[in-house]
């Protein structure tokens, strides 16, 4: 944490954990009897909790969205550029809700959790959870916080899926949803990278059909291998040329399989560093729960009938150079969501990051963003 | 073999191993003293030997580019699209040679031959070999045919990073290059999927640092995992969308790990037979020539330099959807080659289906591609 910390941070934050009892019917058709979200909130909830904003993460994301831990946490959370006082989500006039989602594994019930029916770990039986589940267990969230009606529900990526389905889901729930950098649904390309990516997990040997725990191991090749594959699509050709280029590590080329080129060796350090720091059967499952996103699906594929259940505005954002979900995956949600007779803003932040752009601010996004959720504010008399 | 044979076909077609005795030394600094290509030509090498058309092959490819095998073989070479009775590269005016590359696997010396000088295989002990190492063993192919000049050298992708580099090496045995849907050298991105693909064979227990065959055995996982990922490289967005969209192999979702969607059984289905016929290490090695072509290395990163010293005519073709190797990286060529003040026609062909499409034919680059070659024909008196 800097020191002085800037004006802007929400400063040291404590995450905390709320217990659920009622069952909860997965898509799936499983049930969860019990479970734990961890949750983090910055700000405070006004009188007439009409100032609460829910944060819904990615893939590899988690509750800790802003300010630090400790005083010695050098990072800050992950939307700490978007989160804060004066910031786009101004924790001076919100109430801020960042919670792990169910299946998650940086403290929400998932897969690395202890499932309390049988007394071990989940590992590989806990159910895939889908973004329609993510939302009901966030509404039961807000139902234990005091929260009838979200100001906003705000996510990036997966998480923009999040805030398009609590639209749909719980449309009285929800004033605003801000659906960044994400998509109606994947792409065959998408389904495709994703696979690669849980080939990449379940054929490592040490993966063990996901009971590594059990084995004293972790399949830390195949993460590493899932997530150089992802981090390659999270970022522009260009920024990657930018970052990179064909700069090589020595002055010559070596005629070998060291890494010889920058680019290898970064991505070999961002492989290495998640397969130690994240739960491959999450990631197995946070993959699926983007495969499976699908509004439209039940409407015969026609999403401007999916979205005339939706009663809140929107605001919809997209980045010049993300060939992940690209302009064009958002263009579609607005014009869909034009046809429905919904209340639509919508912008492509041109920004040379690819995916990425939607955690790194610049002046565009943030002004966009900031005026967006001014008007939110006012609305709601925060 | 169709029967009957179509009249634009090669038909029938019998390889050829000729023996090298001149030790042929690498950019590398080894020396390879004998090796072996395999080799298949087509048409008829006319008096004056000046009708020779080279086929360069690209990363997975090999001598076999059209015809067939045996009445059994059931496929075509992988460019019978394009070379043929009337076809582009028409077999009744040209001798076209194609040959597999040294390090390749099917049948000229690469990893799992035996090297001479100690009797076991090669293995992960053959050398990296690059691009204009199989230039240089390239020309000593043309010497053992008696061609002492190229009517033209022709390749897609890799293979037309071959073609440029014989304009380089040897300007005065070459009239004309066909680069197409190539790229003057890789990209971070494009390196940053080459490292991906070799980190999964490597980091296979099978591949016991490339010595699988010692083992009994194969990085079949992880060679699978490499082609899955080259194999969304190869394709656009757009025609996997047409081929597959968001297809499911049954009616409704599983929500477990197996293949649901149809890409994610093709893309399976696609690695395991890749992982079955080819060999990791000339994968591996395959990639690193790849990712070492850069011409304008030795001047100062100036193409327009580099190709101060070639003087044959080019024709470089780049197609619409291709984003591996972008209509921007030929273009990026040509503007080089207009200021080195070469000879060249260039077209960006609209096809949907990505860097495969220089294997496609449609009309527009059957087109092109025919009119270029008989104007070569013309010019050699073919």
Redesign the interface.
């Known amino acids: 944490m800097p020191d002085p910390l800037p004006a802007d941070s929400v400063g040291l934050v404590t995450p905390q954990t709320y217990h659920f009892d009622t069952p909860l019917e997965l898509?799936?058709?499983k049930v969860l009897n019990r479970y734990e979200l961890v949750v983090e909130t910055y700000g405070e909830l006004n009188a007439g909790a009409s100032n609460a904003i829910l944060i819904c993460h990615a893939l590899s994301g988690h509750h800790h969205a802003a300010g630090y831990h400790s005083a010695d946490e050098r990072k800050a959370g992950w939307w700490d550029s978007c989160i804060g006082p004066g910031k786009p989500i101004d924790t001076r006039r919100f109430f801020v809700v960042s919670l792990n989602n169910l299946g998650g594994c940086h403290g929400s019930t998932g897969p690395s959790s202890t499932n309390p029916d049988t007394g071990s770990l989940y590992g590989p039986d806990f159910?895939?959870v889908t973004v329609t589940d993510w939302v009901n267990s966030q509404a039961r969230l807000a139902d234990k916080l005091g929260i009838e009606c979200w100001a906003a529900v705000v996510g990036g990526s997966l998480g923009g899926m999040q805030a398009l389905q609590w639209s749909l889901t719980y449309p009285e729930r929800i004033r605003h949803a801000a659906v960044i950098a994400s998509t109606p649904?994947?792409?065959?390309?998408n389904?495709?990278?994703n696979?690669?990516a849980?080939?990449?997990i379940?054929?490592d040997?040490e993966f063990h059909a996901g009971r590594y725990s059990d084995n004293f191991t972790l399949p830390r090749?195949g993460l590493?291998?899932a997530r150089?594959?992802g981090h390659?699509t999270y970022?522009s050709?260009a920024s990657?040329?930018e970052?990179?280029?064909?700069e090589l590590r020595e002055t010559a080329?070596k005629?070998?399989?060291d890494?010889?080129?920058q680019?290898?060796s970064y991505?070999?350090y961002q492989?290495e560093r998640f397969s130690e720091s994240f739960d491959a059967n999450t990631y197995?499952l946070m993959t699926?729960a983007l495969?499976?996103f699908?509004p439209a699906y039940e409407f015969g594929g026609d999403l401007a009938k999916a979205l005339q259940g939706a009663r809140c505005e929107f605001l919809v954002l997209s980045f010049s150079t993300d060939?992940r979900f690209a302009p064009e995956r958002s263009e579609e949600l607005v014009k869909a969501m034009i046809a429905a007779r919904r209340k639509v803003s919508y912008a492509e932040i041109d920004a040379p990051w690819g995916h990425d752009g939607f955690l790194i601010p610049t002046p565009r996004y943030t002004d966009v963003f900031t005026a967006y959720m001014d008007r939110v504010a006012r609305e709601v008399g925060a």
Chains 1, 2 share one sequence.
């Open positions: 898509a799936c058709g159910p895939v649904r994947l792409s065959a390309q389904i495709a990278f696979e690669v849980r080939q990449a379940t054929s040997p090749r590493m291998l150089m594959v390659i970022l050709d990657m040329g970052k990179f280029g064909r080329y005629f070998g399989y890494a010889e080129f680019v290898e991505l070999r492989g197995l699926k495969d499976y699908d060939w």
